[in-house]
């Protein structure tokens, strides 16, 4: 870990204009993911500023009937909110498959949407990756890929995006809030918010240098039946291989988005009108473009089967 | 105390301390967390500093240079000792890698330096600024791909590689049913609680060691080759031991690195390796490719039993034993086994809990169920009818208990086995239910050990014995012999494990450390008893050590009065006759296990899990409870999720942290219940015990993999038992 130094801010306003007039900071909430990095020295910020000291930590009714949560809300919380539980199950499902309890009590909503991917290769300083080091070379890419994904990939980076929450505020086209260092504010759709690898996978998110995210809008309640299924080798603590989140409506049509195939939570909306047709039809037509390695084919037979429990569970 | 013969009656087998449930006396202190474990003592002589340990970034080759200049002006840094600095060292006999010294990269993350700073922060910043210029070499990293230049090794682990009996080819040939099938087992590692850790002072040329060992004199021994000093210079300590499973079995790098670095520096030195460096850089149960083939006839009698096994390893290096078991556990006059070595350049192959038996049961008791299947048996009966008293390679050679065929028929009885139907027949909502078995073995090993033990006037008897307890209970289980020997209450003894200082003893390893340590033990409170008997004029043979008191006929003498202001001592050890040539030692157990599969997933989960155990006298059923279901634990994870992974290209395990390797967690072990047979052996030692904590580990996997060919009617010969494997067998859901 390199030396840094640490301030805190107390209000969105000071975050943002701290981190403006220092290129090389970042700001740390809950650290569950900051902190690992930084002592492998995959991150080496040189400023950390505290945010957990700013506020924001609401959940609160929006005027359209949706629900307005703030970065620092915790996980724990987030997924016990009744509100959520009631008219957003799914989003509480997947909060409460990831992690464990102690690290739902730290990590922060906005935190948990900027958590960086598990690749063993990006977590080994000795062994190439364009992630960590630009330009280097994708070590997974004919490497041990079990995990990794199977659509929107490059050939500069075949990484998935570790969260379960943000799966399922894909499904929920949930928006994103922030502030930038010049004050100004604006939403970000879910769907733009992530980035596919391309020739920059070290470019994870659309946000500008400085860019604070200051809540996650839900929008109005859309019904249906909420589900959320993460699959993996052992029955907790462990990352998705495959997961889907899933709002199924009585006629049952709906949406759904997909974990653990891609460098974002992964959605198609052609995918989400074959729904009705059964889980064969909408999973090939979600991963019609998959270009899936040796090791991590399983995945598209996986997707399809695991959407099937997905439906068989919502009906039931 | 030289054991020869069968035990006889002794003051063990009075059974009011030993063989009773009596928490771990060394429980508070490990709750309250004043039980200290390497990486937290504080107060050697001197300040001491941090050493942090860089590993090879290459698999194979050599340093050409090291550029420490940079990680030397670091903030807080006192000194960085590299590989080249210290020079070409002899390597200790135990290891096959050596840990430190030289030019020469045998396998990746081994130590190439250690930066030593005021801070652990400082140090391990520091380590990040080392610039290393190597000359790479092109190494063989896949067995699959090696298999076909595999050798006949000369060394088998003390064992024959081969063995023969009558005409396996033809036996096999003529055999009415039969089953030749391969089975693979990847590469584990130990993944250990606490990672390996030492602190290192030295007081002019003697060093004192603070570490965590299994072995204290091996590492002592070794250590003192690695460092070109004599034994008796160094002392080395490790009272508490947060589990090893045979990875703190021989010397490792983080003992080597904290005594040059506080040679280096002139004040101690204190490394732990980091967990990303534990799987590269110190040993793991190396991965195997297994052929098993088995001839009967149509009645169920085995004929012929043929089990080869392939595994890699470094040059110089031993294969997995993993055809051990089958030289043993079945009946059968036509016999083959074999074992072939091929090089492998990643880290050191070596003992991983029952090492052998653990991988070649995983195999070895899927080809009995696929067998069992073939001959339209149970696999219970199967196996029973296949049972042998006697050693089948040696049939004049007897076992001195083998209640394999008990453990079976009370497994069975108490877990509902004739409720199991076939191949995936029973379903509750979306999980395939089914329900598997595999038989269990391991041999009981003998190595010598020795104790001291000195009672004093306050009628305190305090055991010391370099003995170490990783986690298994040996502080208690060696309180309660030598209370039972005293005729004293266990809140009287006093126990003092894992120091150099004391008598050297069999240590913690190959289920041997329980029997052993505490016939060590016995023999030293023998020879205490004889010395309180002859202080009193008593007749040794005629005493009786009962309720704190020598009595001889009408005689009685508190024994705090009978050894009086000075005190007396015992110290003696146990060496081992010919029994275990003479006759077969070996531990026996049934693993039964439900498992729920979901039909769609694929994804396995326990429901319920069954040990039946014969393993000779229990000396705690409390702490050997823990044992098994310990090894019933890992088993799961040997099962289901636990794999190195290899990349071929670079030449590492590549998920060398806990969130890549994945072992159970709590959500995956359900109900366990572990019984045991009454027994007590008198072939196996003066305790009449043996061991169980690698006995637990032996078979569990394989009944896992049977019972999700119950479930779901995919036959998996490869593990783990991941889902990818058996996906596209599953029944159609979409």
């Known amino acids: 870990m390199k030396a840094f130094t640490y301030e805190r801010a107390t209000s969105v306003e000071q975050a943002a204009s701290m981190a403006a007039s220092n290129p090389d900071a970042r700001f740390i909430a809950g650290g569950t993911n900051l902190l690992d990095l930084m002592k492998l020295q995959i991150e080496t910020p040189l400023y950390l500023i505290d945010i957990n000291h700013v506020g924001l930590d609401k959940i609160e009714p929006t005027d359209d009937g949706g629900l307005r949560i703030g970065a620092m809300v915790r996980n724990t919380a987030l997924a016990a909110d009744e509100r959520v539980r009631r008219d957003y199950s799914v989003l509480s499902r997947a909060l409460v498959a990831g992690a464990s309890g102690q690290l739902r009590n730290k990590a922060t909503t906005a935190g948990n949407l900027l958590q960086r991917t598990r690749c063993p290769y990006f977590y080994d300083t000795n062994q190439p990756c364009n992630k960590r080091q630009p330009g280097s070379g994708c070590s997974a890419i004919g490497g041990f890929s079990r995990q990794h994904a199977v659509v929107g990939t490059s050939e500069a980076c075949i990484a998935t995006h570790p969260s379960d929450m943000a799966i399922a505020m894909r499904a929920l086209d949930a928006k994103v809030e922030t502030v930038k260092g010049d004050g100004t504010r604006r939403t970000i759709p879910i769907a733009d918010f992530h980035r596919l690898p391309g020739d920059t996978p070290h470019i994870e998110t659309n946000l500008e240098r400085g860019e604070f995210i200051t809540a996650v809008n839900l929008p109005a309640p859309i019904g249906g039946k909420h589900v959320y299924r993460k699959v993996r080798d052992r029955a907790s603590y462990a990352f998705a291989l495959v997961s889907v989140a899933a709002v199924v409506q009585p006629d049952g049509t709906g949406r759904f988005a997909i974990g653990g195939v891609a460098h974002k939570p992964w959605r198609v909306d052609a995918a989400d009108a074959r729904l009705k047709a059964g889980a064969r039809e909408a999973a090939r037509a979600a991963l019609a473009d998959a270009r899936p390695t040796e090791q991590n084919r399983y995945k598209l037979d996986l997707v399809e089967r695991t959407l099937g429990a997905a439906l068989a569970e919502a009906k039931g | ?734």
């Open chain 2, 1 to 734: 105390m030289k054991f020869e013969k069968p035990a006889e009656m002794n003051p063990i087998d009075r059974m009011k301390v030993v063989g009773q449930p009596i928490r771990r006396i060394d429980g508070e202190l490990k709750v309250s967390g004043q039980a200290k474990y390497a990486y937290e003592w504080h107060d050697p002589a001197g300040r001491y500093a941090y050493g942090y340990p860089v590993g090879s970034a290459i698999a194979k080759g050599h340093i050409l240079a090291i550029d420490s200049e940079a990680a030397q002006r670091a903030p807080g840094v006192l000194k960085v000792v590299t590989t080249l600095d210290v020079g070409d060292r002899e390597k200790g006999k135990f290891n096959t890698a050596k840990l430190f010294g030289g030019s020469e990269i045998q396998h990746y993350h081994q130590a190439v330096a250690v930066v030593v700073a005021e801070t652990f922060e400082q140090a391990r910043d520091a380590a990040a600024l080392l610039k290393i210029e190597y000359a790479e070499e092109a190494g063989s990293f896949s067995l699959k791909e090696a298999k076909s230049s595999a050798v006949k090794p000369k060394d088998a682990g003390g064992s024959e590689p081969d063995t023969s009996v009558g005409d396996f080819t033809g036996a096999f040939r003529s055999a009415e049913v039969t089953l030749d099938e391969e089975y693979s087992t990847p590469d584990q590692s130990h993944s250990m609680m606490e990672p390996h850790a030492s602190l290192a002072a030295w007081d002019g040329d003697e060093l004192t060691l603070w570490t965590s060992s299994q072995m204290i004199d091996w590492w002592r021994g070794d250590l003192a080759t690695t460092l070109g000093i004599d034994k008796e210079k160094i002392t080395l300590m490790s009272p508490f031991i947060g589990g090893g499973f045979g990875g703190k079995l021989f010397l490792r790098a983080d003992a080597v690195l904290a005594a040059f670095a506080a040679k280096a520096i002139g004040r101690p030195v204190k490394v732990a390796l980091p967990r990303p460096l534990m799987a590269n850089n110190t040993t793991h149960r190396p991965a195997t490719i297994q052929r098993i083939r088995i001839g009967a006839s149509k009645d169920g009698k085995i004929s012929a039993i043929g089990h080869e096994s392939w595994s890699g390893d470094l040059a110089g290096g031993q294969p997995e034993a993993a055809v051990m078991q089958t030289r043993l556990l079945y009946a059968g006059k036509n016999r083959m086994t074999a074992m072939r070595l091929a090089t492998l350049n990643l880290a050191e192959g070596n003992a991983m809990r029952a090492p052998g038996e653990a991988p070649g049961l995983m195999a070895l008791e899927i080809a009995m169920d696929e067998m069992a299947e073939k001959l339209g048996m149970d696999p219970v009966a199967f196996r029973k009818l296949n049972d042998t008293q006697m050693d089948p390679e040696n049939p004049e050679r007897p076992f001195t208990q083998r209640n394999l065929n008990g453990c079976l028929d009370l497994g069975a009885e108490r877990f509902g086995w004739k409720n199991r139907g076939k191949p995936r027949s029973r379903t509750e909502g979306n999980m395939l239910i089914g329900m598997g078995v595999a038989a269990a073995f391991r041999n009981n090993l003998l190595l010598p050990s020795a104790a001291r033990v000195r009672l004093d006037q306050s009628g305190t008897l305090t055991v010391e014995t370099d003995m170490t307890d990783i986690g298994t209970g040996s502080y208690t289980i060696i309180a309660q012999t030598a209370a039972e020997m005293l005729g004293l209450p266990i809140n009287r003894v006093a126990v003092h494990l894992g120091d150099s200082r004391f008598p050297v003893s069999a240590g913690s390893g190959g289920q041997f450390g329980a029997n052993c340590s505490t016939s060590g033990v016995y023999a030293a409170c023998v020879k205490l008893r004889e010395a309180i008997a002859a202080k009193l004029g008593f007749n040794s043979a005629d005493a009786v050590f009962e309720d704190g008191q020598v009595r001889l006929g009408n005689r009685a003498v508190p024994l705090a009065d009978a050894v009086g202001t000075e005190g007396l001592t015992g110290e003696d050890g146990v060496e081992w006759g010919d029994l275990s040539e003479t006759h077969q030692q070996s531990t026996f157990g049934a693993h039964f296990v439900e498992v729920g599969v979901d039909r769609f997933t694929g994804e396995t989960r326990i429901r319920r899990m069954l040990a039946v155990c014969a393993a000779g006298r229990i000396l705690n059923p409390v702490t050997a409870r823990s044992q098994v279901i310990g090894a019933m634990t890992m088993g799961v994870g040997g099962a289901l999720t636990e794999e190195l992974a290899v990349d071929e290209r670079r030449g590492f395990f590549v998920n060398h942290d806990l969130a890549g390797y994945e072992v159970p967690v709590h959500a995956d072990i359900p109900h366990q219940e572990v019984i045991f047979m009454e027994e007590a052996d008198p072939y196996s030692s003066p305790m009449k015990a043996k061991g169980v904590g690698e006995l637990g580990l032996c078979g569990v996997s394989a009944a896992i993999a049977n019972a999700i060919y119950n479930a779901t009617g995919v036959r998996l010969r490869h593990y783990p038992l991941t889902l990818d494997k058996m996906l596209h067998q599953l029944p159609d859901v979409a």
